[in-house]
C-alpha cells in the first residue's frame, strides 16, 4: 500500500515580505514561479557553457546506472574538462566513456579547497556569474553556499537531507522532486543523512516495510523554477532531461549552530551531533543490564525522549 501523495504548492510572483512573513514560517516546500533569475534560463545552453566554462578541470560522479546511490558508491570519482563534462552530459550514448557508452553524469560543484571552502559558483565560475541573480530572500550574512549541478538525462539522486534551507534553481532541462516530511524520518531507512530505500517509486516493502507509511510530496521543475527545500526535509531528484541547476543555501539557524568544518552543509549541527555521542554512550550503558532489564528501561528512556523532545506543533 503506497503512502499519502501531495503535490508541492506552486505560487506566482511571492515578494520577499511575503515569503518570509507568511510562507517561510510554515517550512515547508513551495515552488516559486516568476522569480527574476536573470539571463541564464535562456542563456545557458550546452554550447554557451561549454564555451564560457571552457577547460577548468572538474570533479564528477559517473555511474553505469541511472540509480546513484551513495550508501554503496556504485558510481566512481573522475575528472573532466568543463566543457568535454557538458557536452557529454547532454548525449544519450557517448563515443568517449568511462564505464559504458551509456553511463550517466552529475556535476556537484566544489570549492577551491573543498575541505576548508565552500562551493560559490560566483568564484568557481566567475564568467556566468553575471548570468544569474539569486532571489534576495535571506541576509546576505546567512548565505552559506551557491552549488551548480549538472545532470545526465534520466540521473536519480539518493533520497537525503540537508541542515541548512536552500532554493533549487531550475536553469535549464526538467526535474521531478519527491520530497518527505522530518517527521516521517522512521520510515525512510536513514544511514546518516540518506535513506537506504533508492526505488521510491516501486520499493521493495519486503525490505523496507515502513516506507509505505512515508509522506510523499511531489513536483515537477521547468526552467525558471525555484523550488524551497526547508532544512531537514528529505529529497530526492530525476533529471527527466539534461539539465542545469543551482542551489542556494543559507543558514537558517544562529552561525554558531553549525559544524565550522562543514563545507557541503550536511553536517548535523554541533548540539544534535553531541546529543547522539551521549546518547550512543547511555547505550553503551544500558548494555550491561540483562536483556529483559535492558529492554525495560531502553523503553523508559525513548518514552522519555517522547515527553521532551518531540514537538506537538508540527505535521
Known amino acids: 500500500m503506497a503512502g499519502q501523495r501531495f503535490p508541492v504548492p506552486r505560487l506566482e510572483g511571492v515578494s520577499r515580505e511575503q515569503f518570509m512573513q ?15 533569475l536573470g539571463a541564464c534560463t535562456s542563456k545557458w545552453t550546452v554550447d554557451y557553457l561549454s564555451q564560457v566554462g571552457g577547460k577548468k578541470e572538474v570533479k564528477i560522479h559517473v555511474a553505469a546506472v541511472a540509480q546513484m546511490d551513495f550508501i554503496s558508491k556504485n558510481f566512481v570519482y573522475r575528472t573532466l574538462p568543463f566543457d568535454e563534462l557538458v557536452q557529454r552530459a547532454a548525449e544519450e550514448k557517448h563515443k568517449e566513456f568511462f564505464i559504458s557508452e551509456d553511463e550517466k553524469y552529475y556535476l556537484r560543484s566544489l570549492g577551491e579547497d573543498p575541505r576548508k571552502d565552500v562551493a560559490d559558483i560566483r568564484k568557481q565560475f566567475p564568467l556566468l556569474e553575471g548570468d544569474i541573480k539569486f532571489p534576495k530572500f535571506f541576509k546576505e550574512e546567512q548565505f552559506f553556499s551557491s552549488v551548480f549541478r549538472i545532470s545526465s538525462p534520466g540521473l536519480q539522486l539518493w533520497t537525503h537531507y540537508d541542515v541548512m534551507d536552500n532554493f533549487l534553481i531550475q536553469v535549464t532541462g526538467k526535474k521531478r522532486v519527491v520530497l518527505f516530511s522530518p517527521r516521517d524520518a522512521q520510515y525512510l531507512y536513514l544511514s546518516g543523512t540518506k535513506s537506504e530505500v533508492l526505488n521510491i517509486d516501486n520499493p521493495d516493502l519486503a525490505k523496507y516495510p515502513l516506507f509505505s507509511k512515508a509522506r510523499r510530496y511531489e513536483c515537477s521543475l521547468e526552467a525558471g523554477d525555484v523550488l524551497f527545500i526547508p532544512a531537514l526535509w528529505f529529497h530526492n531528484v530525476i533529471s527527466e532531461e539534461f539539465g542545469v541547476g543551482v542551489n542556494i543555501f543559507w543558514k537558517h539557524l544562529p552561525s554558531e549552530c553549525y559544524d565550522k568544518t562543514d563545507t557541503y552543509g550536511n553536517k548535523d549541527p554541533i548540539a544534535a551531533s553531541r546529543a547522539a555521542q551521549i546518547l550512543d554512550r547511555a547505550l553503551k550503558t544500558l548494555a550491561e543490564l540483562p536483556e529483559e532489564y535492558r529492554d525495560f528501561y531502553a523503553r523508559q528512556m525513548v518514552l522519555h525522549i517522547q515527553d521532551k523532545a518531540y514537538s506537538k506543533n508540527f505535521e
Do not use: A, N, S, T
Not at 507568511?22 to 527574476?36: A, F, M, S, T
Open 22 to 36: 507568511h510562507l517561510y514560517p510554515q517550512r515547508k516546500p513551495l515552488v516559486l514561479e516568476g522569480i527574476d
